[in-house]
């Protein structure tokens, strides 16, 4: 079985997510006492967020590269990047290291074609939604259409997933906006809508629509397992 490398903490929440997901995928797949060998470098988020919003992402990178870095010496056979939005610097912390990044679009971008379909909207933060380093790789890298919601919409699952999803704060009133914003974009065509901030599964999940969910968590976690027992 190979190392997995988890890039984690942003925020500590969905990677607790991620943990968990990995280990139950590997014990579903060996069976018995089976677990995941997992090497973890944890950030402060905090740190992280600041320069998000300050938009100094070449800082971000250099913390992030730093720490694939050591995950890499401490015996990783691959990494994760365990958020959406960090994959913005994914080209950067890839140039810092000899071992493969699974990237997330990629792993969503193959159970969404596995579906047959074309077209899906997408939630994530601010910088996901508007920005090319996502939904630009699902476009044309993968041939896959994305919908994005309104700005005013935009500022709302923005700011749900940094003051309160980030927190640990689950609020019913932001799962029935998060609910209406996937109807919405189902009505403008969107077939599916990809959960693409790690933290928006911990507030809607499949029960909440009938519109198909992607969760990108579950998503990437599957792919780790995949990629740790691929012999």
């Not at 190392?3 to 969905?14: D, F, V």
């Not at 950067?92 to 000899?98: D, L, Q, V, Y």
């Not at 919409?153 to 309160?164: A, P």
Request: contains cysteine; charged residues 25%.
């Amino acid at each position: 079985m190979k190392t997995i490398g988890l890039l984690g903490g942003m925020s500590w929440e969905s990677t607790a997510t991620y943990y968990r997901a990995i280990n139950e995928g590997i014990k579903k797949n060996l069976g018995g006492l089976h677990s995941a060998k997992i090497l973890l470098y944890s950030v402060d988020f905090a740190e992280i967020e600041e320069l998000q919003h300050l938009d100094r992402w070449v800082e971000t990178a250099e913390i992030l590269g730093s720490a694939a870095q050591r995950l890499e010496t401490g015996g990783a056979d691959f990494i994760l990047i365990c958020t959406n939005t960090m994959h913005k610097v994914a080209p950067e912390i890839e140039a810092t290291i000899e071992i493969p990044l699974l990237h997330i679009a990629d792993a969503t971008a193959e159970e969404i074609k596995e579906k047959d379909l074309s077209t899906v909207g997408l939630l994530g933060t601010r910088f996901t939604m508007e920005q090319d380093f996502y939904k630009g790789r699902l476009e044309k890298v993968h041939g896959i259409k994305v919908l994005v919601p309104g700005s005013e919409d935009r500022e709302i699952v923005h700011q749900v997933i940094y003051d309160e999803l980030c927190q640990g704060i689950i609020s019913t009133d932001s799962r029935n906006e998060f609910v209406r914003i996937i109807k919405m974009l189902y009505k403008q065509g969107a077939e599916a809508v990809i959960l693409g901030c790690t933290e928006i599964a911990l507030l809607v999940q499949q029960e909440h629509t009938n519109v198909p969910l992607f969760d990108t968590t579950r998503i990437h976690a599957k792919k780790a397992v995949e990629a740790a027992i691929l012999c």
